[in-house]
């Protein structure tokens, strides 16, 4: 398991290679980008909308989140209290 051998030998010893169409998945998000800023500097009112998008998700997602832990809690509680009826 441990041969005294820097990471980076056993990396280039065992690794794969990249694939030929792999440079499109660095390539594509860097044009998208590039896009993006070119718009936002042509309108931009358009930086305003995106970062209103971005954070009405983040709020969204964080009440929808917050909402399901409140129900898995408030179902776990009932699962776990016991009940004692006194006769």
């Known amino acids: 398991?441990?041969?005294?051998?820097?990471?980076?030998?056993?990396?280039?010893r065992y690794g794969q290679r990249f694939s030929t169409g792999t440079w499109w998945m660095v390539m594509a998000p860097g044009l998208v980008l590039t896009l993006f800023a070119l718009a936002i500097l042509i309108w931009p009112e358009l930086l305003a909308y995106m970062v209103?998008?971005?954070?009405?998700?983040?709020?969204?997602?964080?009440?929808?989140?917050?909402?399901s832990m409140r129900q898995a809690e408030r179902r776990q509680n009932r699962s776990t209290t016991v009940r004692y009826d006194v006769f």
């Open 1 to 12: 398991m441990f041969t005294r051998e820097p990471i980076f030998i056993r990396f280039q």
């Open 52 to 67: 209103a998008s971005v954070l009405l998700f983040a709020g969204i997602s964080l009440s929808v989140w917050g909402w």
